[in-house]
């Protein structure tokens, strides 16, 4: 059997982040994070990304998010004063109103823009979440891409702004694979069904459970 990241094969350019006793997730020495940040298990986080949760970033299991990922739940300023700049910090004077949408003069969250990354996410090179937006579970989000709305489990996305290119398989596929949850599988049930990850879905006319083993009992 090929030895696991989780028994130390991980790349020496990636931090190990315990979520668990039992499982790992995976951040590049020069990804930023900061914040509140909650990351699922076998999870990976490329290079130069910056996450900077004010309000909560989750991530979900077994996502693969490339290079220069940028996540920041409150960056966006406010646009309907005369200025849109940070004023407080610049002259001195204060105000009611912080440097950001939805903080406080001094940065404490006045309006919560939480993110959340369902699990089995792709996100490609350069791109960019907007707060307080949801990516369900399976999608896949292109190179480049600007994302400002809610992304549909297991839907294509990209662009700027990014939209619904296509589905990643049928939908009776995505309903089972909603139902079957593999990403909360134990890894002894992950290692007895390594056949399941291989199966070309946009094929398959089954039912998934068919395919599905138990894992071994202990002994």
């Not at 990304?49 to 406010?78: K, Y």
């Not at 480049?144 to 009776?172: E, H």
Request: aromatic share 10%.
């Amino acid at each position: 059997m090929v030895k696991s990241w989780s028994e130390g094969s991980a790349p020496p350019n990636f931090k190990v982040i315990h979520v668990n006793p039992e499982y790992e997730c995976y951040i590049d020495h020069s990804t930023t994070i900061i914040g509140k940040i909650e990351l699922g298990r076998f999870t990976y986080i490329s290079n130069n990304g910056f996450l900077f949760g004010r309000s909560q970033i989750r991530i979900g299991s077994f996502c693969s998010i490339g290079p220069h990922f940028h996540c920041a739940t409150h960056e966006q300023h406010p646009m309907q004063f005369a200025a849109s700049y940070p004023m407080s910090q610049a002259i001195g004077v204060p105000l009611t109103r912080g440097d950001a949408k939805g903080l406080d003069p001094v940065g404490n969250v006045i309006d919560d823009y939480p993110v959340t990354i369902g699990n089995d996410v792709w996100i490609g090179e350069q791109v960019t979440l907007s707060a307080g937006i949801t990516i369900g579970d399976g999608c896949v989000i292109g190179t480049k891409s600007l994302v400002t709305k809610d992304g549909i489990p297991y839907g294509i996305y990209g662009g700027t702004p990014a939209k619904l290119i296509r589905m990643r398989f049928p939908d009776q596929i995505v309903e089972q694979l909603l139902a079957l949850k593999w990403w909360e599988w134990s890894l002894a049930k992950l290692r007895a069904n390594a056949h399941f990850f291989e199966i070309d879905l946009t094929q398959f006319e089954g039912t998934l459970t068919d395919e599905i083993q138990e894992a071994p009992k202990a002994a």
